[in-house]
C-alpha cells in the first residue's frame, strides 16, 4: 500500500510513458480507472514541428486537457538530457518550467545516466514533486544510487519490454528480485506486463507496482493507428525481431519497412509507424509478451484486470 499511499491512487497500476503515444484521455482513463495515467513526450500531438517554444506550449495545453478529464492524480515524464544528444539539453530547460509552472506533483524522470541529472532532479524535489526515476539500462547500482539521491521509487525495466531496450540483455525476472532485494524504496516493475498473472509475478517478487507500456497501446483510448493496434494483436512473440536505430535497440514486429531495411534509418520511426499507422516506412516496437494480447481493450478493463495481482 505504500505505493498507492505516495501516489494517492487505488491501485498500482502505471500506464508508460511512450513517445508520440500517450494523450490526455489515455492518461485521464487510466487515472479514472484508479491507476496513474502518465503523459509522455509530445503527448497528444500529431505532427513533428521541431520548435521547442512550441512543444512546450502543446505540453503544456495537454496537462491542461488531462486536468478537465480527471481529478485524479496523473504523471508526467521527464526525459533527463542525454550526454552527447545536444538537443535533449534544449528540450531539458522549457519543459521543465511547464512542469514546475503548472504544479505537477508527480513526475517520471527517465535518462541513460541519473548522475547527470541530478540538477535538475534537486530541481523537482526541491518544488514537492514526487520523483519517480526509469534508468534505461538498470542496474542493482544504479538503483541504490537513486535511492540515496533521494528519489521516491524506481521503475525497473527487463530486457522483455517494448521501446528503447536497456544496454544490458537483462530479463525482468532476473533483475527485478535483486533490486527489490536491495533497495527500501518502492520498486515498479516493468518490462512484459500484460495481464493479471505477469503482474502477479511482479508482485511475487517484490514490485509494489507495475509499469505497463504495449498493453496500453492496444486500448481504444491509445492514440496509436487501428492497423498498429491489430498488428499487436495479431503478431506472435516468437516473430519478433532487434533492430538497430540510432538511439540504441529496439523490439519491432517484422513489417515492410523492416523486409525492406527501412525502419532503422528513418527518422521519427515509432511516430511514422504506430501514430501514422504507416508500416512501410515506421516500426512497431513492442513488448516480448506481445504475443499474449489477444484483443483491443478499454485503459479501464485493463487496470481493472491488472488490479487483481494487488488483492
Ligand atoms: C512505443 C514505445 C515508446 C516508448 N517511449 C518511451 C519514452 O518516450 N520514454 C520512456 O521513458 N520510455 C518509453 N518507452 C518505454 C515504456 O515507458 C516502458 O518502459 C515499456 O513499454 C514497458 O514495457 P512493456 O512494453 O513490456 O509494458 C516506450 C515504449 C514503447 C513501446
Known amino acids: 500500500m505504500r505505493l498507492q499511499a505516495l501516489l494517492g491512487i487505488d491501485i498500482p497500476v502505471i500506464q508508460a510513458s511512450m513517445v508520440w503515444l500517450n494523450s490526455a484521455e489515455l492518461a485521464a482513463a487510466v487515472s479514472n480507472a484508479g491507476g496513474l495515467g502518465v503523459l509522455g513526450p509530445n503527448a497528444g500531438r500529431k505532427v513533428a514541428n521541431g520548435d521547442i517554444a512550441k512543444t512546450a506550449e502543446d505540453f503544456r495545453q495537454e496537462i491542461i486537457k488531462t ?4 481529478d ?8 533527463l538530457p542525454i550526454e552527447g544528444v545536444e538537443i535533449s539539453f534544449k528540450y531539458a530547460e522549457p519543459l521543465l518550467e511547464v512542469i514546475l509552472q503548472e504544479n505537477i506533483n508527480i513526475v517520471i524522470t527517465s535518462g541513460k545516466d541519473i548522475t547527470k541529472g541530478e540538477k535538475y532532479i534537486r530541481r523537482l524535489k526541491d518544488a514537492g514533486v514526487i520523483v519517480i526515476h526509469r534508468e534505461i539500462s538498470p542496474t542493482v547500482e544504479n538503483s541504490i ?3 540515496k539521491m533521494g528519489i521516491d521509487a524506481i521503475i525497473i525495466t527487463g530486457h522483455e519490454a517494448g521501446g528503447h531496450l536497456s ?7 532476473a533483475l527485478l528480485p535483486q533490486v527489490t532485494d536491495a533497495v527500501k524504496i518502492p520498486v515498479i516493475a516493468a518490462g512484459g506486463i500484460y495481464n493479471q498473472k505477469t503482474a502477479k509475478a511482479a508482485t511475487a517478487m517484490g514490485a ?13 483510448e491509445s492514440p496509436a493507428s487501428l492497423n498498429t493496434k491489430q498488428a499487436i ?4 512473440s516468437e516473430d519478433l525481431v532487434e533492430i538497430n536505430t540510432p538511439a540504441g535497440d529496439v523490439r519491432v514486429i517484422v513489417t515492410e519497412s523492416i523486409r525492406a531495411g527501412r525502419g532503422s534509418s528513418e527518422i521519427g520511426i515509432i511516430k511514422t509507424g504506430m501514430l501514422d499507422g504507416d508500416h512501410q516506412h515506421g516500426v512497431i516496437t513492442v513488448s516480448e509478451s506481445a504475443g499474449g494480447i489477444e484483443k483491443i481493450s478499454s485503459a479501464k478493463d485493463v487496470v481493472c484486470e491488472l488490479s487483481y495481482a494487488f488483492n
Open 145 to 147: 544510487l537513486a535511492e
Open 167 to 173: 544496454e544490458h540483455r537483462i530479463s525482468t525476472l
Open 233 to 236: 494483436v495479431n503478431v506472435l
Open 72 to 79: 485524479k492524480p496523473f504523471a508526467v515524464n521527464y526525459l
Open 67 to 70: 486536468r478537465a478529464l480527471t
Open 208 to 220: 509494489a507496482g507495475v509499469y505497463v507500456g504495449t498493453r496500453f497501446i492496444t486500448t481504444f
